[in-house]
């Protein structure tokens, strides 16, 4: 059974009347958020296909991409072993065998690409590791101005993000006290301001359910058709006020007659600032949802972080890294078949040298090379 259509809440002027800032940012609220509602459930829609393909297509590909990768390692150490090389070849090797396993150990670990890690660089990878990503957390714990605690699992850039995120947003929820003249903190005029408004808006959320709930429990419906009636809106009520969701509640008003637009229209400014708020909450709330969505599905298909993506475009990126992904793989097959000529293997090894050059004065101011 399919829900019935979302009444509309929007304010509509009134003989000419114009519309309150209140009012105008009712409206607005009402309509961003429908607007992400069809957005989300687009993302929640496409999303099944785009994983129904990852295992199928994509999955499959990557493996073969990192197969054929850690063979290319291997195959780059046992060529040192056999070829005879000059220092600089060689030193050039192992930078390459090192960058190359460290990219290729994954959360799980891979002991014979450690070892050969370790074999190059003459260091221990989980070392290494360690004081790597120790040097990263010190560096966001300064950045940011906080504590991400000693407890973090630092191999794991998933929960590093996660714990980033959680403090930020703590930091932000709770602004730094005020000290009075007597050295105590005490809270400013804008926190209580702030903290009063947070509270009546709270007030109104439960107001809404609290009428809602007294006109639909089904416990006091003598007629069974109008007991079961009632007992699915209560749910849907429930749902809704657990979710601190004041559009729903309205829209739950609205179709069982409570209120009408009329009622919307006519509500007090300090009343409608009080919803405006819940609204606002709400909104971001869809956005964090949306937000997450699409950073998961750029992170599981490897697109860049501020690459545009939407339902819309979803089949189409996809389509790319699939083929993107198939001209990886079919350039290291190419490129292992070629390094098999040791004289293609110290050219190549020599045109990297020329690369690793090249990045390292890129990062230098262009002026700054010729003082």
């Not at 990219?103 to 660089?121: M, P, R, V, W």
């Not at 069974?224 to 601190?244: F, S």
Request: overall charge negative; glycine content about 6%.
């Amino acid at each position: 059974m399919t829900s019935p259509k979302p009444l509309s809440l929007s304010i509509a002027g009134q003989s000419g009347k114009p519309l309150s800032g209140a009012q105008k940012k009712f409206n607005s609220l009402i309509g961003r958020i429908e607007k992400q509602r069809k957005l989300l459930a687009a993302w929640q829609a496409a999303l099944p296909l785009c994983q129904e393909r990852w295992s199928g297509e994509f999955k499959p590909l990557l493996d073969e991409y990192r197969a054929r990768n850690r063979e290319f390692a291997f195959f780059l150490d046992q060529s040192g072993e056999r070829l005879k090389l000059t220092k600089t070849d060689r030193r050039t090797l192992g930078e390459l065998i090192c960058e190359l396993a460290s990219s290729l150990i994954g959360d799980d670990g891979d002991e014979a690409l450690k070892a050969l890690y370790n074999k190059h660089s003459g260091s221990d990878f989980d070392r290494d590791a360690r004081a790597e990503n120790e040097l990263l957390k010190n560096a966001m714990e300064q950045a940011f101005g906080i504590d991400l605690g000693d407890d973090l699992d630092l191999d794991s850039h998933e929960n590093v993000a996660q714990r980033l995120f959680e403090k930020l947003q703590a930091q932000a929820e709770q602004p730094a006290p005020r000290k009075g003249l007597g050295g105590t903190a005490r809270k400013s005029a804008q926190q209580l301001r702030r903290e009063e408004a947070e509270a009546q808006a709270g007030r109104s959320v439960r107001e809404v359910y609290r009428k809602l709930a007294s006109a639909l429990h089904p416990d006091r419906e003598t007629d069974a058709a109008e007991r079961e009636r009632k007992t699915g809106l209560m749910q849907r009520v429930n749902q809704a006020y657990d979710k601190g969701n004041l559009l729903d509640l309205l829209q739950l008003q609205l179709e069982v007659e409570q209120i009408d637009r009329e009622h919307i229209a006519n509500l007090a400014e300090d009343r409608l600032r009080h919803y405006n708020r819940v609204l606002d909450e709400q909104l971001r709330e869809l956005q964090d949802e949306v937000r997450s969505l699409e950073q998961a599905f750029k992170a599981q298909f490897d697109l860049d972080p501020l690459d545009k993506v939407s339902p819309t475009n979803l089949g189409r990126k996809l389509q790319d890294q699939l083929r993107l992904l198939r001209e990886d793989v079919a350039f290291i097959k190419a490129e292992r078949e070629l390094l098999e000529d040791p004289r293609e293997l110290k050219r190549w090894l020599k045109e990297e040298r020329k690369q690793q050059r090249a990045d390292a004065f890129g990062e230098i101011p262009f002026d700054m090379l010729f003082r």
